[in-house]
Every structure is written in C-alpha cells, then in structure tokens.
C-alpha cells in the first residue's frame, strides 16, 4: 500500500510561528510524511513576505511538497487533511491595547489573563469560528489543530457555537513547564513523565506526576519549584528566555507556595499576584513591545534577506523546536499512537466535582477517532473556588459576543479575579470597546 501522505494549510500564514512550525514539519516527515503545505492570511503583505521566504528554503530543502500561499478561502481549504491554526486577531498593535489599557486603570494587564485576555477573546472568537467554517465546507474530515489565543475562550465559543467540529485546542505553557520538570531532575524528556493535571487554560495545577514505572517524581520536583519556581531548568529551545519570562518562572515559586499539595501554571501568578505584577510592569513598555521588538522584528529581518539572496542556505531560519508538540498531535490523529496531551475539552465529569460544560485542561489520549479523557476525580476547595469563578468570565465572554451583550462583558470584567470592581470594570471596558469597535461585535 502506498504510503499516505498530509495535505496541511497554516491559518495565520504571517504568523511570526509559521517559519519554525513550517521547517519542524519538513524536519518530521519520516513519521509524517506530507505533500502539501498552504499558508492562509487574511493580510496578504504580511504574509507574502514569510511565505516567499518559505518558498524559498522549501524549493531547496524539499522540493517534492506542493506549496502555496492565499488568502482566498476555497483555495486554501479545499483538499487538506489538517489545518493548524494560529490567528492574531488585531495583531500585536491590539495586543499592546490589552495590556496597557488595564494598566492606566492599576489593572494587570496581560495577552491572555484578566481584562486585555477578555478583550483579545471578543476578537479571536470570530476569526477562529470563520476558519473552521471555511475548513468544514471545503474539507470536511479535516482535524483543526488550534492554539490561536486567548485558547481558554476559543475553545468555549467552539464548543457552544460548533459543538460537533473536529477541533484540538491546545497550549504550550504546560509542555515547556513539563520539559522543565523533567530536566530540573535530570530526565532528557517531558516524554517521561506521567502527568495528572486539571485546571483551565493557563489556569491549571499538576496533582501527580510520576515516571513510566509509577514512581512518585513530585517530591524531587517540588524541591525544586519551592526554591525557584521552574528557573533551575531554564530552556533548551529558543523560547521564552527574556529576562520577562525569566521572572515568570521564577515567581511560579510563592504562586506553588500557596498550595504545595500541587504544582502550579505560571499563569496563576496574574490572579495570585497581581498587585506583584502591576508594580513591576511598564505601563509604557509591555511585553507586546518587547515581542515587536525582537521576535516579530527578527522574523521579518530573517525573511526578507532570504527573499532579497534568493536563497536560504546562509541559514537564519530554524526549525521551533517548542512546537514539536503540534507534530506529535497531528501523528496521534493521523496514525492512532493514542499518546497522551493536555487538551482544552468540555468536562463531562472528567473534573468530578466540577461544571460539566466546563472547557477544562486535562490529560487525554488522542488517536484516529479523537480524544479520550483522562478522568482526574475531585479538586481540592481552593483549586475549585478558582476555577469556579474563572470559568464562569470565559462563559460570560462568550455569552456577551453571541448575545452581543454589554451586560454580560461588564459582569464578565466584574467577576474576573484581577478587577477590583464594578467601577473599574465599567471603565477599562469602556475604553476597550473603543479601542476594539473594527473588531468586536457591537455591545447594547
Ligand atoms: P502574529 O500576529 O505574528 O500572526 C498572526 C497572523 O494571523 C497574522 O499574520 C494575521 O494577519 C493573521 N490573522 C489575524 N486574523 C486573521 C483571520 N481572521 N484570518 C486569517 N488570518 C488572520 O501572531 P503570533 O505571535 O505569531 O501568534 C499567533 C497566535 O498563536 C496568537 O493567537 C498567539 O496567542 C498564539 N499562540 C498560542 C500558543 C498556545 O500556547 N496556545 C503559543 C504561542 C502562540
Ligand atoms: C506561552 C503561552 C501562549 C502565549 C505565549 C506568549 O507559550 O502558552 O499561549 O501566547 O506564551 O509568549 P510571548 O512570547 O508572545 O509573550
Ligand atoms: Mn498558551
């Protein structure tokens, strides 16, 4: 029988991700092999300039995959087998908003926690629902492999909106603290560690973590975490090294202190912490600033000198090793290795004591038919008074898009744990509709 090779589109083409995800996939094609990769952008300069560069390191690295560029849905969707998405809605010039408009207010402001998050959701919800509905009219047994932002409020308007779609939602932040994990104890691989989790998305704990013969690794790790939080295992790959992150890791250290039963995402640090967050944020200078400034800056450098050679053999492209994940994912589906990830799914009793349409972070096997849920039982009262309160903002955002409720975004602001008040709420959210009227629904 003939080998079966992958059709792949990238939705979000002009993604500062879409180089690295592009030559990881190239670097991969013995377990999965493919014949073709589209990129797909609804800003077409943006993306011209990463696709020409791929084009280019394709051309000469692997001439045998079929490649294309569009933005034009039919072409870009019609004949594919996966579709991994990763959408800016707004791009960084509205990430800056989320971040800096919270803090004039002394608000953390943050890409995905607290108001800037909320404000991000109300504009990714459609840009995601657009692109699985053009996926599912071209190509309807294709898999959606989704880590477009805010993922926690995605993945909720997916399950109310589109319930039956197949669509993975998934987040990097416990693989690299997984990948810490392992290597603060000296094993080479997360892949070796058997993990329980529960919690949202970038709002989760890990209750049990043990190696392949049952051995109980938390003690060891915790050791670890309790004297520097994930820094004694700073990364292998070329993520997340900046002095921000640095110090996000290393303040995961009194965010676990709080309840060394678990260990934490260092997301919790924006609810646990937030007056420790604001006071050591620029309200001038933010991390989209810092992202803009390097990240996004280099790939576009790196791009058009590629394009300006004509060739990509002086290097300067790198496969992102961080997402090797999305490959692995991808291979479960296609080839049934039922390996186990952490996915954004509906509940359904998986967190015992907990909502049942609740989007939860949580272990599952993923193979040819979908995902399996790992049951995780009963969370502990403070883990569940948190997660009562979070999951409730991300329903309430996604109530107020649909219903196109002013209502319900306000009480969505009130109830988010990083908001001081009604009051406040009122007025970051005020602003933030102004700020945001190309790119959310209008609020009555
Ligand atoms: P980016 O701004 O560099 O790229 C996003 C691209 O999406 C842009 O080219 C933009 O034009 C395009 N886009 C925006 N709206 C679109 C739409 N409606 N249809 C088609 N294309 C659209 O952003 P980035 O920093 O590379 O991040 C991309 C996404 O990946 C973000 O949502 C980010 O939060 C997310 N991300 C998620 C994880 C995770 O753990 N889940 C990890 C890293 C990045
Ligand atoms: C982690 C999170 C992502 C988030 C990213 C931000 O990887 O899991 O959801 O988008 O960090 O990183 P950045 O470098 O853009 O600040
Ligand atoms: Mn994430």
């Known amino acids: 029988m003939e080998e079966k090779k992958y059709s792949?589109?990238?939705?979000?083409?002009?993604?500062?991700?879409?180089?690295?995800?592009?030559?990881?996939?190239?670097?991969?094609?013995?377990?999965?092999?493919?014949?073709?990769?589209?990129?797909?952008?609804?800003?077409k300069e943006r993306q011209e300039t990463i696709a020409k560069a791929c084009e280019i390191y394709l051309k000469e690295n692997a001439p045998e995959v079929e490649f294309g560029y569009t933005t034009d849905p039919e072409t870009a969707f019609t004949d594919v087998d996966f579709v991994m998405c990763h959408i800016r809605?707004?791009?960084?010039?509205?990430?800056?908003?989320?971040?800096?408009?919270?803090?004039?207010?002394?608000?953390?402001?943050?890409?995905t926690c607290g108001p800037g998050g909320l404000a991000y959701g109300m504009r990714s919800i459609g840009g995601v629902i657009e692109i699985l509905d053009y996926m599912e009219k071209y190509s309807p047994n294709a898999w959606m492999l989704n880590y477009s932002n805010p993922a926690a409020i995605v993945a909720e308007a997916t399950r109310r909106l589109r319930p039956d779609s197949?669509?993975?939602?998934?987040?990097?932040?416990?693989?690299?603290?997984?990948?810490?994990?392992?290597?603060?104890?000296?094993?080479?691989?997360?892949?070796?560690?058997?993990?329980?989790?529960?919690?949202?998305?970038?709002?989760?704990?890990?209750?049990?973590?043990?190696?392949?013969?049952?051995?109980?690794?938390?003690?060891?790790?915790?050791?670890?975490?309790?004297?520097?939080?994930?820094?004694?295992?700073?990364?292998?790959?070329?993520?997340?090294?900046?002095?921000?992150?640095?110090?996000?890791?290393?303040?995961?250290?009194?965010?676990?202190?709080?309840?060394?039963?678990?260990?934490?995402?260092?997301?919790?640090?924006?609810?646990?912490?937030?007056?420790?967050?604001?006071?050591?944020?620029?309200?001038?200078?933010?991390?989209?600033?810092?992202?803009?400034?390097?990240r996004e800056k280099n790939i576009f450098t790196i791009c058009q000198n590629i394009i300006d050679k004509g060739t990509a053999k002086d290097g300067g492209f790198e496969p992102d090793a961080h997402a090797e994940y999305i490959v692995d994912l991808a291979c479960a589906l296609a080839t049934n290795t039922k390996e186990k990830f952490l996915l954004i799914v509906p509940n359904e009793g998986a967190v015992e004591n907990f909502d049942r349409t609740a989007m939860v972070e949580i272990p599952c096997y993923v193979g040819i038919n979908g995902y399996e849920r790992v049951v995780q039982g009963a969370i502990p009262q403070f883990q569940k008074g948190l997660m009562e309160q979070q999951v409730s903002v991300e329903k309430l955002v996604v109530e107020a898009w649909i219903e196109g409720s002013y209502q319900k975004m306000w009480q969505a602001m009130t109830l988010s744990k990083i908001v001081p008040s009604a009051k406040v709420a009122k007025q970051i959210l005020d602003e933030m509709i102004e700020a945001n009227k190309d790119f959310w629904p209008e609020l009555k």
């Open 89 to 111: 809605v707004g791009l960084y010039a509205m990430r800056e908003k989320d971040e800096k408009i919270p803090l004039k207010y002394g608000v953390v402001g943050q890409e």
């Open 8 to 43: 792949i589109t990238i939705a979000g083409g002009g993604s500062t991700f879409t180089p690295g995800i592009c030559l990881l996939l190239l670097e991969h094609m013995d377990r999965f092999p493919i014949r073709k990769i589209q990129f797909y952008d609804n800003f």
């Open 166 to 294: 197949k669509i993975l939602n998934i987040c990097d932040m416990p693989i690299d603290l997984e990948e810490k994990m392992a290597s603060m104890i000296g094993l080479s691989s997360r892949k070796e560690l058997d993990v329980g989790y529960y919690g949202l998305n970038h709002f989760g704990w890990w209750h049990s973590i043990k190696d392949q013969n049952g051995n109980d690794l938390m003690p060891e790790i915790k050791k670890h975490v309790a004297a520097n939080g994930f820094a004694d295992a700073l990364s292998k790959t070329n993520q997340h090294v900046e002095q921000s992150w640095i110090e996000t890791f290393s303040k995961a250290k009194d965010v676990y202190a709080l309840d060394p039963d678990t260990i934490p995402n260092t997301y919790l640090k924006y609810y646990l912490y937030p007056d420790y967050v604001v006071e050591h944020s620029d309200p001038n200078h933010t991390r989209a600033n810092e992202v803009m400034e390097h």
